[in-house]
């Protein structure tokens, strides 16, 4: 009796302080990926940026045409950045939260297995009996 007890108390440890350990690690690990994958922070930091670094120089001397095209011209460049980073931003905040709500539900889900394999039993035999 006494070998039972204790391999019940271990199950009791293991399923409730034990695996939810590792459960919350690998949540934050696919947490960190989505941050690193969609590099969101330095998405952020670099919002107004050109895109793909094109940039135009303006040159030697003053040049009205010249220097309104340059002008015009990174500015799209860096409309285009913008509008390319905020989707890319979007994307990724759209992931975490998917992420997020997964790792909760499967966390929930994990604490709430023996509860609802006792459940089970208890529906099945009644049906049964």
């Given at each position: 009796?006494?070998?039972a007890?204790?391999?019940?108390?271990?199950y009791i440890v293991w399923q409730f302080l034990e695996s939810p350990k590792n459960v919350l690690a690998g949540w934050k690990n696919f947490l960190k990926f989505g941050l690193n994958?969609?590099?969101?922070?330095?998405?952020l930091k670099t919002l107004?940026?050109?895109w793909r670094r094109y940039s135009w120089s303006y040159g030697r001397g003053f040049d009205i045409k010249r220097y309104l095209e340059v002008f015009f011209s990174n500015l799209i460049s860096r409309?285009?950045?913008?509008?390319v980073r905020v989707f890319l931003i979007i994307s990724g905040i759209l992931f975490e939260v998917f992420i997020l709500s997964a790792g909760l539900i499967i966390f929930?889900?994990?604490?709430?297995?023996?509860?609802l394999l006792i459940s089970g039993f208890y529906y099945g035999f009644s049906i049964l009996f």
């Open positions: 009796m006494i070998m007890q204790n391999i019940i108390f271990q994958y969609f590099s969101l922070p330095l998405l107004f940026s050109p409309i285009l950045g913008a509008i929930l889900a994990w604490l709430a297995l023996p509860f």
